[in-house]
């Protein structure tokens, strides 16, 4: 009866969208994994964006200090570099399973397009 009891609990999490593994934490180093793709969106102005989406391979969270801000469950990583050799190297990437490593924050102006915005210092292919 225990392992049915346990299936049970490991299903539900499942269904429920909750991750397996511990949450990123704002401003903290982290990493993601996913498919790399290229958004088509527009800003509050209407302007065309084309931000860098990571489709994740599973669910992530982000605890933030504010829980208001923290992200649940998410299964998209908008990220981007502000580290110049990165940057340059990111668009290489697009359509392929891929890692990053930076650091996580919540979405919290129109030019942030999925829940969580990751300032990313490395990528490597899968």
């Known amino acids: 009866m225990t392992h049915c009891r346990w299936f049970l609990a490991v299903a539900m999490a499942a269904l429920a969208g909750v991750p ?16 790399l793709s290229i958004g088509s969106v527009r ?11 990571l489709r994740l391979s599973s669910p992530a969270c982000l605890t933030a200090s504010d829980p208001e801000d923290s992200v649940k469950s998410t299964r998209t990583v908008h990220i981007f570099s502000t580290d110049e050799k990165v940057h340059a190297s990111i668009a290489q ?3 392929k399973s891929i890692e990053v490593s930076g650091s996580p924050f919540p979405a919290h102006t129109a030019h942030h397009h999925a829940p969580i915005v990751m300032d990313i210092t490395g990528v490597t292919q899968r």
């Open 43 to 53: 800003d509050a102005a209407g302007r065309p964006q084309r931000p860098y989406i």
């Open 20 to 35: 397996a593994h511990a949450c990123m934490k704002d401003g903290e180093a982290g990493k993601a994994a996913g498919v």
């Open 93 to 95: 990437f697009v359509g």
